[in-house]
């Protein structure tokens, strides 16, 4: 064999010898995600097969098209992959191959969404779907008085639908007076933080009233659709697109289903598999898509269900132990992934309570709750179950993490009082000066010793946690 030149060496070098410097950060990351508590409710632990098939050679190929009719050669492989990865969507879902068909190319949520938006729609064609504020996404339609913010409004016409303002749960009744007002093509459910299910049944009739389309975008829920443990939008709708990422524990990317029998339109499969590509992507992710396979199989054997339902216990005693301590939950409680924690009633922001948790390793995110008087400043937090189930934490657990919870509201509380102000700025300085040991030092470094030596106790997929040692870069003195 020729001695590999100077020019080809590099390619045979491994990360940590070659680039110390990423290798670090790597190190740093998961020495973080060992140490902390993921609570936010769309991230999730992906295992290690998928990690293995995501790190693959199938990086390498171009594939544009779909099985059977690419663009390039050579892919013999990539073509059983893809319908491997096809076939075991629908298995995953419970999907008769007669009736639904899927694309798995979306690079990820955002983009299926889009390319949804481009296979149902006409540009500027009207669109409704869940307003960002009340729990929906940006790729909804969203906007503000001043700006077109996504491109779902920027070229489709669209109007939000709210919730209920006393119960907080979706107003199907005014959804279904605004429709008859808007006339949209397109409806669309799903949310990224709404702690209930849908009622498909009303949506599917305001939709048919207009002659529309109805998509559920189920990126945050899909794991316990594919479980049966939440209402099936299979059963009503023309498109379904998700994650595959968030509670369904795979690699970061999109899947869209479509009808193949829809009333709307008889050609959804090629007007879907058309916006994925040529419209809106190009070649496909063949590493992602092996990720996504084997995570579908994952997703269709019987422990499946065992985590699905682990997931919702998990958070429903989270949010019980939460009430319990006379805090506040948007709709009191959950059916999901996740509950929504109202911290209006303290006087405390999102975005104090989310700085303070991450001082102490646990990581949440603040969100807005329904009638909150600026988007600017969330009076809410998004806590979500699925990291910690998937480090094998249990019922009993959550009452652990609803008493660190409730020990960083008191500490933030007196922090809050300390800045003298109410001001974001005035709190984080004051929660900098922690790290000097002056004020409330000493609960909030406890708490942050407790919480770590919680947290380390369980084992974190992708890695071997026995073998794991704190990286340089990171201090530990307390
Ligand atoms: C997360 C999410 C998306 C976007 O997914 P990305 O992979 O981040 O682009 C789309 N829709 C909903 C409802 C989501 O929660």
New binding site residues.
């Given amino acids: 064999m020729s001695a590999t030149p100077d020019f080809n060496k590099p390619l045979y070098a491994p990360l940590a010898e070659i680039d110390p410097e990423v290798q670090n950060i790597l190190d740093k990351e998961t020495w973080r995600q060992y140490s902390g508590l993921e609570l936010i409710a769309?991230e999730n632990l992906t295992s290690l097969a998928a990690m293995e098939a995501n790190g693959s050679i199938l990086t390498n190929k171009y594939s544009e098209g779909l099985p059977n009719a690419r663009y390039y050669g050579g892919n013999e492989w990539i073509d059983e992959l893809e319908v491997l990865c096809q076939k075991r969507a629908l298995q995953a879902f419970h999907l008769d191959p007669a009736k639904w068909g899927v694309n798995v190319q979306p690079y990820?949520?955002?983009?299926?969404?889009f390319a949804a938006l481009t296979a149902l729609l006409q540009p500027q064609d009207r669109l409704m779907g869940l307003g960002l504020p009340d729990g929906?996404?940006?790729?909804?339609g969203y906007y503000t008085a001043k700006k077109k913010m996504t491109a779902s409004s920027i070229y489709f016409q669209s109007l939000p639908y709210a919730l209920d303002p006393s119960t907080h749960l979706i107003d199907y009744e005014g959804l279904k007076k605004q429709a008859r007002i808007f006339k949209p093509r397109l409806i669309i459910c799903?949310?990224?933080a709404y702690p209930r299910d849908w009622d498909y049944t009303t949506l599917r009739a305001v939709a048919d009233e207009h002659d529309a389309f109805l998509m559920a975008?189920?990126?945050?829920t899909s794991g316990l659709v594919a479980a049966g443990e939440l209402a099936d939008p299979f059963e009503y709708c023309d498109v379904v697109?998700t994650?595959t990422?968030?509670t369904l524990r795979g690699p970061?990317?999109?899947l869209i289903f479509f009808r193949k029998d829809s009333l709307k339109a008889k050609d959804l499969e090629k007007r879907v598999n058309d916006a994925v590509f040529p419209a809106c992507q190009g070649g496909p992710h063949n590493h992602t898509i092996a990720a996504i396979a084997t995570t579908l199989l994952q997703a269709s054997q019987p422990t499946w269900k065992e985590y699905a339902k682990q997931v919702v216990v998990n958070a429903r005693t989270l949010g019980d132990e939460l009430v319990s301590r006379g805090y506040k939950l948007q709709t009191q409680g959950t059916d999901n992934h996740l509950v929504l924690w109202d911290l209006r009633p303290l006087g405390l922001t999102g975005s104090k309570l989310e700085k303070l948790c991450d001082l102490v390793g646990i990581t949440i995110n603040k969100n807005a709750v329904s009638g909150d008087a600026s988007a600017q400043v969330p009076g809410g937090i998004r806590l979500g179950t699925s990291a910690l189930t998937s480090r094998d934490m249990l019922a009993d657990d959550m009452k652990v993490v609803a008493d660190f919870l409730h020990r960083a509201v008191q500490v933030a509380l007196v922090l809050q009082k300390e800045a003298g102000s109410k001001l974001l700025k005035d709190f984080v300085r004051v929660a900098s000066t922690v790290e000097e040991g002056k004020v409330g030092a000493k609960t909030v470094i406890d708490l942050r010793r407790e919480v770590r030596a919680f947290a380390r106790k369980w084992p974190l997929p992708g890695v071997q946690s026995s073998k794991l040692v704190r990286p340089a870069g990171i201090e530990e003195d307390d």
């Fill in positions: 769309s990820s949520g955002s983009t299926a969404n929906g996404h940006l790729t909804h799903g949310a990224s975008d189920i990126a945050h697109t994650t990422h968030k970061r990317a999109g």
